[in-house]
Every structure is written in C-alpha cells, then in structure tokens.
C-alpha cells in the first residue's frame, strides 16, 4: 500500500556533531576503499545476537546482517534483516529529478571486484554504534545503527543536511533465516507482508523451509518515527558473498542467496543548514520496535559500571576501556531447565556458548574484570552438571540433557576453580559448593 511521505523536522542545530568515535576511518579514495571492503566490525546485544558487517557497507559473508537477534538466548540466532538500501533523490518531483544509490552487493555473474562506495568519506564505530558519513553533492548523510541491550531490537538512524530540498528512499533486504544457512532459489517468496503507513511486517517459516511447517514463523518488524512506508514486493536476486567464495564453498549453492524486499520507506527533506533526523526500528516476533532506541542509556551505563569495576579489581586495566568492553560482548546469560547463569560466546559469529571455551576464558573474562559472583555461579553450574568426571561442552535449546562432547573441559574447570578461590580468597564457598567437583 502507498502512502504520502511526510516531511521531517530539524532535531538538531546546525552546530551540532556526532559524539567521537572509538576509531574512525577516511573512505576517500582507493586505496581506503578497498581497505574498507576487507574490514569487519560486530556490535553486540548482550544476549548471543549481534550485528555484523564490512566498513565499506557490502555484506560479503553470510553471517553479515544489521539484525541478528538470538530466538532462545544466547541460541537459535536468525538473520532477520540483511541491509538497509538507501537512495537519495535530488529535485525529487521536477525534470531534474535524480536518483544516487548509496550502497553496492556483489551479484552472481558479476566479475570478482572489490565493492566500493564512491559517496562514503568516513566509517566510524564507538561503543554502541557503528557509523557512515555519505555526501552526495550538497547533500551529507550520516547513516548510524544501535543495537537494543539485551533485547532483540534495534534502530538505524539517518541524519541529512541538505541545502535544497531532497528525499531519503530506503529499502529493507529481508533474510529471516538461520544465520548461519542462506537462501537458495524459491524459498524467500513465501515470505508474508503486513503494512500500514509507517510499520512494516515480514512473516516467514522457520528456516524458510517447509511451507506446512506447524513450527512458529519468524517475523521481523520495521517501523519508522516519520516519513512513510511504501509496500512494493521485490526479490533481490543472487546475492553472492565473496568471503565465503573465498572460504572454498560451493559456489552457485553456498556462497549466495535471495533477498526479500517488502517496499520502502520514504522521507522528505526540505533543506537548511540545520540536520533533520530520522529513523527506522526493528524488532523480532511480538515485540514492538522501539523508535526511542538512541534516547536509552541502558547500554552506556552498564558500559560505564563494568569498565569501573574492571578497573577497581585490576589497577592494571586503567586506560583498557576498550578491551574491558570487548570482554563483555562475550558474556552472556543462559537459561537451562529453570535456572539462568553466566556463560560465555566461544567466537562471533560461528559459535555459540561452550563449556570448554568457558572454562578457559573465565580467568580473564570474569576473575580478573570483578565478576566474583559471576564466575561463581558459572562454576557452580557447571559443577552441578557434573558426569563421569566431565562437565557440559553444551546445554540443549530445550530441556534436554547437556552435551558432554569435550575431553579437556574438566581440567580447565579445575583450573578456573582453583583461579577464583586464589582471587576470592571465598574458601567456604569452594569446600561447600565445589568440593565434590574438584576432588
């Protein structure tokens, strides 16, 4: 369904700027372009779903997604939406209308060729957010994803400074499937769609599989704060990803996929000096999108209290901010038959939480960043699941029995429990909850 798009308002000065960066990178140029398309960055939930992609914006892996949010925390991760494609339309409604395109894919039957984004000058991620700064002529666009905490949502902003009037046309590229399977031909059109003027609804099977599968589907949402959105089903097809090319997948069959495209959404600039902002949320299943995403501080001000603790427990981590943070994105809670506890992700993005790589990082990840009490229940759950002198690899989605599919696992729980009686100096906690395991 069409709706008219409306105009949006400035909601900042002209004076105003984007906070600093943790890093930045100038996209001008070859040499920077290229080194763009063969640099990745993640983003986090805090719960097992993440985000992932290449600085120059071209996904090129199948686990590239702005939105993979984990169904069964911190498992049962999907790909729900691939990309954003954005187009800038210049004198929009005259004779000199024109149409730019912001982004780029890597097409099956295309030659093997490094993307690039003539129009991006700068790539930037800090803490929460990743960032591309865009200028098309008079025209600069500052694109800016955030991730919910702990929560299976998330927001894409656009910032325009414009001198004349314009308009901002941007279409989702819709996977919803499992994030580490693609596509092949067929399946993404069974795709539903559900729209009203601002929200969008993409309903599929689970996996994308069978159409007469009882199991529940996934359903992605997308709603913007303004503008409007147009429904206009698509299929992008043959979209290939060089890294798994380049992995040694067959090609044809494992290193490409289609992309569902349910419309777009469209926004309307009149021009000034000051930036005009706006914004498309999205979220998974019932939960509604959350267009006051970027207002929320839950994330920053747990950053905040975990670098703080970090530093208090380990002088020697004082100016380690980032590294405490990338500790953290690690960390994870998981719920097994009742009972929530700490693990830990072995590796974004292919791996899940796994006990070896638990037993082995926890020094680290928790003893020496102040988590005492997480690492004590971590090891007291994992204790309480001993077998035959073995400890769980992996905890089943359901409630079946943990996997116990690890030889050395048990040896590195001996050595982080001993690690966090030396650093806690809690001897009554490890005789009376640990002992049995330990002995």
């Known amino acids: 369904m069409s709706h008219t798009s409306t105009s949006t308002k ?31 960055w993640v983003l986090t939930i805090g719960n097992g779903g993440f985000a992932m992609g290449t600085a120059i914006g071209t996904p090129r892996r199948r686990f590239h997604g702005l939105f993979v949010p984990a169904l069964k925390p911190p498992v049962s991760r999907i790909t729900a939406l691939q990309q954003m494609h954005e187009t800038i339309v210049l004198r929009p409604g005259t004779d000199l209308e024109e149409k730019i395109e912001l982004g780029s894919y890597e097409l099956v039957g295309q030659p093997a060729e490094e993307p690039t984004s003539p129009h991006l000058i700068r790539f930037e991620k800090d803490r929460t957010a990743v960032r591309w700064v865009y200028e098309v002529r008079e025209v600069e666009i500052i694109k800016e994803l955030r991730m919910g905490f702990r929560s299976s949502e998330c927001a894409v902003r656009y910032a325009i400074r414009a001198n004349a009037p314009c308009q901002l046309r941007v279409r989702p590229l819709v996977s919803l499937r499992a ?44 709603m913007s704060d303004s503008g409007s959105f147009q429904e206009s089903i698509e299929l992008l097809r043959g979209v290939r990803y060089e890294f798994e090319t380049e992995r040694g997948e067959e090609q044809g069959v494992s290193d490409w996929e289609d992309l569902f495209v349910p419309g777009r959404f469209v926004f309307s600039f009149e021009g000034g000096p000051a930036r005009e902002e706006v914004m498309i949320a ?3 299943g019932n939960i509604k999108p959350n267009t006051g995403l970027f207002e929320e501080r839950t994330a920053q001000t747990y950053l905040e209290a975990t670098i703080r ?41 292919w791996f899940a939480d796994w006990g070896r790589d638990a037993m082995i990082s926890l020094p680290g990840l928790m003893l020496s960043t102040g988590r005492l009490a997480e690492a004590r229940h971590c090891l007291q759950t994992f204790a309480r699941h001993l077998s035959r002198g073995m400890i769980p690899n992996n905890f089943d989605e359901s409630a079946g029995p943990p996997g116990y599919n690890t030889v050395d696992a048990a040896l590195w729980f001996l050595h982080s429990a ?18 049995s395991g330990v002995a």
């Open 282 to 284: 999205h979220s998974i």
């Open 10 to 40: 400035p909601v900042l000065d002209a004076g105003a700027t984007v906070p600093g960066p943790e890093f930045s990178i100038d996209a001008r140029g070859e040499i920077a372009q290229r080194r763009l398309a063969r640099t990745e």
């Open 179 to 222: 994030f580490d399977q693609l596509h092949g031909a067929g399946k993404v059109q069974r795709f539903q769609v559900d729209s009203d003027e601002r929200l969008c609804t993409v309903r599929a099977p689970t996996g994308g599989e069978d159409p007469n599968s009882t199991q529940p589907k996934y359903a992605l949402n997308l």
């Open 418 to 435: 001993c690690r966090y009686l030396e650093i806690s100096g809690d001897q009554k906690w490890f005789d009376d909850k640990l002992s």
């Open 309 to 349: 603790r970090a530093t208090e427990a380990t002088p020697g981590l004082g100016g380690c901010a980032g590294l405490i943070i990338a500790a953290d994105s690690f960390l994870v809670e998981r719920e097994h038959r009742g009972e929530t506890f700490m693990t830990v992700i072995a590796g974004y993005p």
